[in-house]
């Protein structure tokens, strides 16, 4: 059994107060079931229906699940139990999906990072999580991770996804036999968490004072999703590429894969965001929804401007965040695209806002949209803590049913990120229109962390 393995989050994890987690129940928002039971719930609904595409790799969701199943049975036999953290380093690719799903299966608590992350945030992340394994591909980009994998966590579980498997690490794609009879299934079912325990570990942007880790809930990552996904109109027939890194949480929760999934859609994967790669993937599967960064947005549209003739008639969607648009290059997604555009405001910590599809331009093209939930609260102060006016620029403090109360093991940090009350401070500076819509300026912000530091020579903590 791997050294860490029996440390429980909950010690660590800064709760929800009662009487405010009671109201969440009592508005509907939380519904006090696990993340991988939601999924499992989804895949039995439409078991014969393709909802996974990577390359040659179709699964249904049945085999999907299966695989999962199949994966979190030999997972605990390796030695991963219910709460044990599960660092998930891998590009994106069908494996990256099932392995995750494997986790919330089993109750292990999958911690997603990307492949590029270097050797010193790797081990801060592990040591962090305290994690009982690790999964990596063999050699990626002429790198090994395999070796790596080994050297950062020497007594724990290293997962390979590969052809050439170290002595002493275990094969990844090994466990994925989808040969469990059914009562394996049901027992599953019958050990699933409550939606009260950390379903994942999300990590924050900033490396001040070392990594970050975000515990989110069955029920408040749920929640997040399911609502975002009615808002992005998700349903059986959506095809959602994903083209950025699956380890970040604007393509798996916003409502990303994961939203593809709880709403029995279909999920295709692609293997570069390069226009020239992804966009035939957007005509031969008839996608229908994807998400991107303004700079991939730019880059397609140009490569559209030279090579017309691709079919993106089946796309209803696209999604932009992470980074302020141009209103420019906004107003030309429809002409080019044939879509309608989606701004997107995200932090890993909760807080998503998105514009409606049904949005006026006005509102589309110039701002980031609006909270997803009426539970979310916002305030904006000033430098000194006080509400600004209607209209003015400040500070973004948010609190709600989706939004973590501390992250986890980090009470030093949690004093200077979270206010009393359990408001979070993102550090963005941004106005609200009369509307509710949030304008995030990075002229008015670095005016406004100008003035903070020449009068009280203090520092907000970066952006998440």
């Not at 509710?436 to 009280?456: D, F, M, Q």
């Amino acid at each position: 059994m791997p050294a860490s393995a029996g440390r429980s989050t909950g010690t660590g994890v800064v709760r929800w107060p009662r009487s405010v987690a009671d109201r969440y129940f009592a508005e509907g928002c939380w519904e006090g079931r696990s993340l991988g039971t939601q999924l499992t719930a989804a895949a039995r609904k439409y078991p014969d229906e393709v909802c996974l595409v990577d390359g040659e790799t179709r699964l249904t969701f049945g085999e999907l699940l299966a695989k999962a199943d199949g994966a979190a049975i030999r997972m605990s036999a390796a030695g991963i139990g219910a709460d044990d953290r599960v660092v998930i380093r891998l590009p994106n690719c069908w494996e990256f999906v099932v392995t995750t799903v494997a986790c919330l299966r089993l109750g292990a608590v999958p911690v997603w990072t990307v492949p590029r992350l270097g050797e010193h945030e790797l081990r801060g992340i592990l040591a962090k999580a305290e994690a009982s394994a690790i999964v990596v591909p063999d050699v990626h980009k002429g790198f090994d991770h395999q070796a790596l994998a080994r050297e950062v966590l020497p007594d724990g579980l290293v997962f390979v996804m590969g052809e050439d498997v170290h002595p002493g690490n275990i094969d990844l794609r090994a466990l994925f036999v989808a040969d469990e009879p059914a009562e394996v299934s049901r027992a599953l079912d019958v050990a699933a968490p409550n939606g009260d325990a950390v379903a994942t570990f999300l990590l924050s942007g900033g490396t001040i004072g070392g990594p970050k880790l975000i515990p989110r809930s069955g029920n408040d990552l749920s929640y997040m999703i399911k609502t975002a996904s009615e808002i992005c109109r998700f349903g059986p027939g959506t095809s959602y590429l994903a083209v950025l890194p699956l380890g970040q949480g604007f393509a798996g929760t916003g409502p990303g894969f994961l939203g593809a999934l709880l709403s029995g859609g279909r999920v295709v994967i692609a293997p570069s965001s390069a226009p020239h790669q992804a966009l035939p993937l957007i005509e031969r599967e008839r996608i229908t929804a994807t998400s991107a960064v303004p700079a991939i947005l730019r880059r397609w549209i140009e490569y559209l401007d030279s090579e017309p003739g691709i079919d993106l008639s089946t796309l209803e969607m696209i999604q932009i965040g992470s980074a302020e648009l141009d209103p420019s290059l906004a107003a030309r997604v429809r002409p080019k695209l044939g879509c309608t555009l989606q701004q997107v405001f995200e932090v890993g910590e909760g807080l998503l806002c998105l514009t409606r599809l049904d949005d006026p331009d006005e509102l589309t093209l110039h701002t980031r949209g609006k909270p997803i939930s009426p539970h979310d609260e916002l305030r904006l102060v000033d430098d000194e803590g006080s509400p600004v006016a209607p209209g003015e620029p400040g500070i973004l403090l948010v609190r709600g049913p989706y939004t973590a109360r501390g992250y986890y093991r980090s009470p030093e940090l949690n004093a200077r990120s979270f206010a009393d009350g359990g408001w979070y401070d993102t550090g963005e500076v941004v106005r609200l229109t009369p509307e509710g819509y949030l304008v995030v300026s990075e002229r008015e912000k670095k005016a406004l962390r100008a003035n903070i530091a020449s009068h009280l020579e203090v520092r907000l903590p970066d952006a998440a």
